[in-house]
């Protein structure tokens, strides 16, 4: 019972993780309709910036994680005016080849720039634990979780409540027709990839937190896109729960079938697909998500 | 507009169209009859390869280009069809012209797996799909003792009875004959009634629907014909390499095949294959450029690998942003300026 309590924690701690990319991901869509292959890339360089701030020049970690939050927004504010400004309205084949090439792209400048080592970064929650009765947790995995919680309740009362929420859903949903309204489109979707970029940076720095800063965390993006479609494209709920449940899956997974064998064939990291095996099921049975409504095409 | 003049049907669907035509395919055939003993060893080397991507970018732009099911996942595909030639050969011991076309199949057969769930899927759902089957492929590879993991799986050399293909220079021969039949099959398929059918599935599923165009079926069968181009593609790249490993098989090599047909031109064969030169071209290329430089820059000849994969992203993004139609759009508006030349149309 217990051990299955640890499982739910931690995968509960990746799960958020997995949450906020999906976040990321379902904001730069649901403002600008573009899907955005590159946003564990995003975090990835994230990641390494706070890393080259906290680590290598020796800046207090707070104030690392702040530069690489503002660096971030700069950076999505960037990549929209250079590459999307001119993609509005283009089909989605191309938007979705574009972020892929931009996903290349990143990793090419990062591995350039930083290599291809491991790093890890300290945080003043490494190597702590909190003792709740029996179980043992780690802070990170907490603080992890708690902070992810208020930033999901603070996007979810930023999309219903705030002008400039209601703004970007309405830019979404008919740039021209926000357009007529008043809305100024091309703000907003340079505010919609600042504001998408910056949280998944900070989804990386707590990646990092909880393993190391490296290339192939970007992978991450992938399966928090997995999350996102388990929950349905267009709903935040939908994004955080499928995050949830991608995270908690992982964490079975890796604890009860890692060690497997079927045959001559070796389960392994079974944790690295579990996510990907959860999509194509969920794309095969429900392929607009949990939360997602059916499209209805007019032609 | 500078065309030609046709009278019939039959003209306008010819495979040649012009006497033009047939002598500039003539001299590229003598061409490639004669470069094997033109070139060194190293260009043909680069030329095999090239050929051998060529098939795997036709087959992926029949499917993109021409169906426009986006398809994240072709690397899969040639994996899928270098393993299963690289396991026949090796352990079953079935000869290369049979494998050949069994390694087709198999990724074909798979590719019309995938290609079922594309009857829901669209855009989005249907990339991650594909993105999410190659990284299952690539974790089975891994996993399994057949494909022997990590450690990569030597791959017997082609041998037709008592004949086997060992020089480069036989190796280009094989090749670039079945890229050339490769590239034929494409280019009647696409002018017959399924490429018709294909392409008007891209411009209006809904209104292809209802001119009584079965969705499901020509799908389905895009994903088949282009899993099996892969698939022979993959079985000829592991007989050429001897060494397949299921790194040689990742997302990159997807982005790579993308990148191909983007470049080249969605939804043209001569496209796909300009796509595939130039794309397999460049590391080549950039590796020369780094040699000339490496007596002053030595740094720079280790750069090659990192660089790769963002070269290709940077021109995907700019063929995009400045020349959504690719190498065969420039070539297309080339050819128009000369033949008005010098009115403007």
């Known amino acids: 019972m217990e051990k299955i309590i640890e499982i739910l924690i931690n995968g509960l701690s990746t799960g958020v993780i997995y949450a906020l990319l999906a976040l990321g991901f379902v904001l730069i869509f649901k403002s600008t309709g573009i899907i955005n292959f590159a946003q564990g890339e995003l975090a990835m360089v994230g990641a390494f910036i706070c890393y080259s701030f906290a680590m290598l020049m020796n800046f207090p970690y707070v104030l690392a994680v702040l530069i690489a939050l503002a660096i971030g927004a700069l950076l999505g504010g960037v990549i929209d005016l250079l590459f999307f400004r001119r993609m509005v309205g283009e089909p989605m084949f191309s938007t979705i080849v574009v972020t892929v090439g931009l996903a290349s792209i990143v990793t090419c400048v990062s591995g350039l720039i930083w290599g291809h080592d491991v790093y890890s970064i300290q945080s003043p929650f490494t190597d702590k634990t909190v003792a709740i009765g029996n179980l043992v947790v780690s802070q990170g995995a907490l603080y992890t979780i708690g902070l992810s919680i208020v930033l999901i309740a603070l996007f979810i009362v930023f999309f219903n409540r705030s002008l400039l929420g209601i703004a970007m859903r309405g830019a979404a949903e008919d740039p021209d027709i926000a357009g007529l309204m008043g809305v100024n489109v091309n703000k907003i979707h340079v505010a919609a990839w600042a504001i998408g970029t910056m949280v998944a940076v900070l989804a990386g720095i707590f990646l990092a937190e909880q393993s190391f800063v490296r290339l192939s965390m970007s992978h991450t993006g992938i399966k928090a896109m997995a999350a996102a479609i388990l929950g349905g494209m267009e709903s935040i709920g939908g994004a955080i729960l499928g995050g949830i449940i991608v995270g908690v899956v992982e964490g079975f997974a890796a604890n009860y079938l890692s060690g497997m064998e079927l045959g001559n064939f070796h389960f392994g990291d079974i944790k690295d697909v579990a996510a990907f095996a959860i999509m194509i099921i969920v794309l095969m049975i429900r392929p607009h998500g949990i939360f997602g409504k059916e499209k209805v095409e007019r032609v | ?345």
């Open chain 2, 1 to 345: 507009m500078g065309g030609s003049l046709k009278v019939s049907y039959r003209e306008d669907m010819g495979l040649l169209q012009t006497l033009w035509v047939k002598v500039w395919l003539g001299i590229l055939l003598l061409l490639l009859l004669i470069a094997p003993y033109l070139l060194s060893r190293y260009q043909l080397s680069i030329l095999n390869e090239m050929g051998i991507a060529v098939i795997g970018a036709v087959g992926l732009n029949l499917l993109t280009g021409y169906t426009g099911q986006i398809s994240l996942g072709q690397a899969a595909f040639v994996a899928i069809g270098a393993y299963t030639s690289g396991i026949l050969t090796g352990k079953a011991g079935i000869p290369f012209p049979l494998s050949l076309p069994l390694s087709g199949l198999m990724a074909a057969g798979l590719g019309l797996i995938v290609g079922i769930p594309s009857l829901r899927l669209k855009g989005l759902y249907l990339a991650l799909g594909t993105l999410a089957f190659g990284f299952i492929v690539e974790y089975i590879i891994f996993h399994w003792d057949l494909t022997q993991g990590d450690m990569g799986m030597a791959v017997k050399t082609i041998t037709f009875g008592d004949f086997s293909i060992k020089s480069e220079r036989q190796y280009f021969y094989l090749i670039a004959s079945l890229a050339v039949l490769a590239i034929i099959c494409a280019k009647n398929l696409a002018r017959s009634k399924i490429g018709r059918c294909f392409v008007a599935i891209r411009d209006r599923d809904i209104a292809a629907e209802v001119m009584g165009i079965s969705l499901a079926k020509y799908k389905i069968m895009a994903f088949g014909v282009s899993a099996f181009y892969a698939g022979v593609a993959g079985c000829l790249m592991a007989h050429y390499q001897q060494w397949i490993v299921p790194g040689n098989f990742d997302i990159s090599l997807s982005i790579a095949y993308i990148a191909m047909i983007i470049v080249g031109g969605l939804g043209t064969i001569l496209g796909s294959v300009l796509g595939a030169i130039m794309i397999t071209g460049i590391p080549h290329w950039i590796t020369y450029l780094t040699d000339v430089f490496k007596e002053s820059y030595p740094a720079f000849s280790g750069l090659i690998v990192d660089l790769k994969l963002g070269i290709f992203g940077l021109i995907i993004v700019l063929t995009l942003l400045f020349e959504p139609q690719g190498l065969f759009g420039i070539y297309r508006r080339v050819k128009l300026y000369w033949k008005t030349w010098p009115y403007k149309y």
